[in-house]
């Protein structure tokens, strides 16, 4: 791991000592001069199969090019770790992550620089298990994984001075794996949230910044520039030489343009608070879906449902109910409901579900053997969608009771009865455990 983050930072400043000396030839026409390099630092949270996560220390390089005053292109590189918080504590992802982002300016530059941006870029990660109950599969551990990643975010860029800029950040990151928390479950990707922050430099200073003649234009209007200043000239010689030099510069403002700017900056704070809420409020919905991220069979289509068995508003809610308890390994409760569930809709289209949640209850409880009785139940349904899960479960819990030869069987099954099952990897991966 620490050869990995050696062999990124030479990287990234063998990438600034390339570009350094380009830029030097241009220092004496600052406006020539497109490229920003920066560091920032913060949290990462992940959003995965793990229903309590924490936030993780990262930091990364970035370089920003600007094409024009409302769009530019960034790219990043750094370092972080993703876990489920100090008091759970059961495992913890290094993530090495790189990036290439559309920044779309939301105002011409200023003092305060608002954007969003969309992007894509790739993550390299190690997962760890630092307790031995944890979510992921041992089959994972020390083993570098490679994904791709689709961002979007926003932030602002306060500067504070024409070359100097304090950069804040939020975005979330869509991974097209499911690997970052070390268990592949369910049908959604992981992903994580970040929240970055950090210095960039512009080689030379940015356009819209050179704002000292704006202030000596302001200042001689209000009588307080120096005596030395004034001695050269009358006050309109000197009024009309500042509005010279401003329409020969980059700027380009008249007064009238600059009371419009002046408007302008007070309608952008305004913008920045309602996308900050914005962003909040995104935060909440990330955070509310996450929690209702449960195996809800959503792929049971309303034909399936014919002669009376669709879903009843009771069921619908109890079964999501036990769903919710089961992740929350609240297990004794979620197989009470779903016992229940079964008394009361014995004929229910998800009936057989309702009893392999059952075995999943009892195997999490560690009572193995009312889990290989609950399991061999769903073979009972004959319509049933659960016996190559079913089949699966049978083996782990006589591999967790020692009895190899019976769990080998179960393994094998579910690759010789069940060719186009999605565990037939797991299959494979315990039956080369025994």
């Known amino acids: 791991m620490k050869r990995s983050i050696i ?8 990438i600034f000592t390339a570009i350094a000396p380009a830029q030097e030839t241009t220092t ?14 913060g949290l990462q949270k992940p959003y995965c199969d793990v229903l309590h996560t924490g936030a993780g220390l990262a930091g990364e390089f970035m370089m920003r090019y600007l094409l024009s005053n409302y769009f530019d292109i960034s790219l990043g590189l750094g370092y ?3 876990n489920d918080g100090f008091s759970y504590n059961t495992f913890v992802t290094d993530l090495i992550a790189g990036d290439i982002k559309a920044n779309i300016h939301l105002s011409k530059p200023g003092n305060t620089n608002p954007y969003i941006f969309v992007g894509a870029g790739f993550t390299n990660s190690s997962y760890t298990r630092n307790k031995w109950w944890a979510i992921g599969s041992p089959d994972f551990e020390d083993k570098r994984v490679t994904l791709g990643s689709f961002i979007y975010g926003g932030g602002v860029e306060f500067m504070l001075t024409p070359q100097v ?3 804040t950040f939020m975005d979330y990151r869509f991974s097209t794996g499911d690997a970052l928390d070390g268990a592949e ?3 959604y990707k992981d992903g994580y949230l970040n929240a970055r922050a950090g210095i960039t430099y512009y080689l030379s200073p940015r356009a819209g910044k050179a704002k000292s003649d704006r202030d000596d234009l302001l200042a001689l209007q209000q009588g307080q520039l120096s005596g030395a200043e004034q001695s050269g000239g009358t006050g309109m010689d000197m009024f009309e030489a500042k509005l010279d030099k401003m329409e020969a510069g980059d700027a380009e403002l008249s007064m009238e343009q600059y009371v419009r700017l002046k408007s302008r900056v007070d309608e952008l704070n305004q913008l920045i608070s309602i996308k900050e809420t914005e962003l909040d409020e995104l935060r909440a919905t990330l955070d509310f879906k996450n929690q209702r991220i449960t195996d809800l069979e ?3 289509q309303s ?7 669709g879903l009843s508003g009771d069921f619908a809610y109890n079964y999501e109910e036990a769903l919710r308890a089961f992740y929350a390994r609240d297990y004794r409760r979620a197989a009470s409901i779903f016992s229940n569930l079964l008394t009361q809709y014995p004929s229910h289209a998800l009936a057989s579900n309702c009893q392999y949640w059952i075995g999943e209850c009892m195997f999490g409880l560690k009572d193995y053997e009312q889990a290989s009785a609950a399991f061999q139940a769903v073979f009972n349904f004959e319509n049933t969608t ?11 819990c006589f591999y967790a009771l020692n009895d190899r030869s019976n769990a080998r069987e179960y393994f094998q099954s579910v690759i010789d009865k069940y060719p186009g099952s999605e565990y037939i990897e797991k299959a494979r991966q315990w039956l080369r455990r025994l």
């Open 298 to 300: 959503s792929t049971l």
């Open 303 to 309: 034909a399936d449902f014919a002669g009376g068995s």
């Open 80 to 82: 972080g770790t993703l």
């Open 165 to 167: 800029a304090l950069n």
């Open 7 to 14: 062999v990124v930072t030479l990287a990234v400043l063998l």
């Open 28 to 41: 004496a026409q600052p406006k020539n001069s497109r490229i920003g390099l920066g560091f920032n630092i």
């Open 185 to 187: 479950l369910g049908k």
């Open 386 to 396: 659960k016996k190559d899960d079913a089949t699966l479960m049978l083996g782990r």
